[in-house]
């Protein structure tokens, strides 16, 4: 099974994959909205780096969950 197929069948099937992918996709719309400010401050750059940080721990989380799912397989 292919990483696309394999994503799409654990957002259906599996909560946890579900929810880690949905707080990706939202701290990657925060990460949007802060690199569109013209004007960032000092804030907006911390903010910036905690959720790149979370962003990275959510997708490890993701992809340990797809190594758990293909080794059960």
Do not use: G, V, W
């Not at 990460?31 to 000092?42: G, S």
């Amino acid at each position: 099974m292919d990483e696309k197929a394999l994503k799409e069948l654990l957002t259906r099937d599996n909560p946890e994959f579900r929810k880690a992918a949905q707080d990706h996709q939202d701290c990657e719309r925060e990460l949007e909205a802060i690199r569109y400010k013209t004007h960032p401050t000092e804030d907006d750059s911390l903010a910036e780096r905690e959720l790149k940080k979370r962003k990275l721990a959510l997708k490890d989380r993701m992809y340990q969950i797809m190594l758990d799912y293909q080794r059960k397989a």
